[in-house]
């Protein structure tokens, strides 16, 4: 599903955007609250959307989204800009809330932070990650972690991207279509290690588990094909076969200052090339459960 709000629409967003913030330079829960109450204002066709995520193809493209006027230069220690509002990140975290998928962080992660600047860090380059440059494989969020502390959404949201390096996403459903039956009966084993990614800084590591879970009759994934390794052979060829059809269905997000992406984190992938210029993405997590603006801590 893609929706482009218009350029008046916008500007109308933007301008009641900057008129919650006054001076305010920090993100609360109060104004969170706010910027839901004024995307519900402006997105069209919000339960639709709301299908398209939990029952649909899993995602969701928008344009023309408020963005700051003024947008500084690109961070490069994958900190907050000093210089920069926070128009965006109202956006993207009103727009969550208002699709009823509550922002949250982890205090393990990004110091808590509620929007992530997913940007290339100095001296973190090669490793496959948010702040790396190398290619970044196919992976859900948060994989080694227990469902219920699993982002169900990701946001996306574009304020850079000078070369193009697009945001690869694929679909579960549409992956499995691709795959046999024993394929699929074999990644629902416990059968695989998952590996914390780089940015979490946890005690536990790595933890035994499937890639693939059904939920109330519904498929739901947890995989990083650059940290989930199968304990045997059988296990090794049915994710290798979950690649394969992954690139068979995968589309290009290309970007442009003012795109959204929202997708479930639970029924898609999302992954990207490698990064050879400047590039500037903010990132949340939305939770039907976890209430919003929470900082989870986790304990292992």
């Keep these: 599903m893609k929706i482009t709000i218009p350029r008046e629409t916008c500007e109308l967003w933007q301008s009641e955007l900057y008129g919650i913030i006054e001076n305010k330079k920090e993100i609360s829960k109060e104004l969170i609250i706010n910027s839901k109450k004024i995307s519900e204002k402006f997105l069209p066709n919000i339960q639709e959307i709301r299908d398209e995520i939990n029952y649909g193809k899993g995602y969701v493209q928008l344009s023309n989204i408020p963005i700051d006027k003024n947008i500084p230069a690109i961070p490069t220690d994958g900190a907050v800009s000093k210089e920069k509002g926070i128009i965006s990140e109202l956006s993207i975290l009103g727009i969550s809330n208002a699709l009823g998928f509550n922002p949250f962080s982890y205090k393990e992660e990004k110091d808590g932070a509620l929007v992530h600047e997913i940007v290339p860090v100095k001296s973190k380059e090669n490793i496959p990650s948010s702040n790396g440059t190398v290619e970044f494989d196919y992976h859900t969020d948060a994989a080694y972690l227990n469902r219920n502390l ?7 949201m574009c304020l850079a991207d000078k070369y193009k390096t697009g945001t690869k996403l694929a679909s579960l459903s549409e992956a499995l279509e691709k795959i046999s039956n024993d394929e699929i009966e074999t ?5 695989y290690v998952h590996t914390a990614p780089a940015t979490f800084n946890v005690n536990l590591k790595k933890v035994n588990t499937s890639v693939l879970d059904r939920i109330d009759g519904v498929y739901e994934m947890k995989v990083a094909f650059h940290n989930t390794v199968g304990i045997n052979e059988r296990a090794r ?60 801590e986790l304990t292992f």
């Design 237 to 296: 060829k049915a994710l290798a076969s979950l690649h394969d059809a992954i690139e068979k269905v995968v589309f290009i997000q290309e970007w442009t200052p003012g795109d959204l992406v929202v997708f479930n984190n639970l029924r898609c992938v999302h992954g990207r090339g490698e990064v050879k210029g400047e590039r500037w993405l903010q990132r949340c997590y939305g939770s039907s459960i976890i209430p919003t603006a929470t900082m989870l």
């Design 150 to 156: 699993r982002p169900q959404t990701l946001s996306l």
């Design 187 to 191: 990644l629902m084993s416990k059968l």
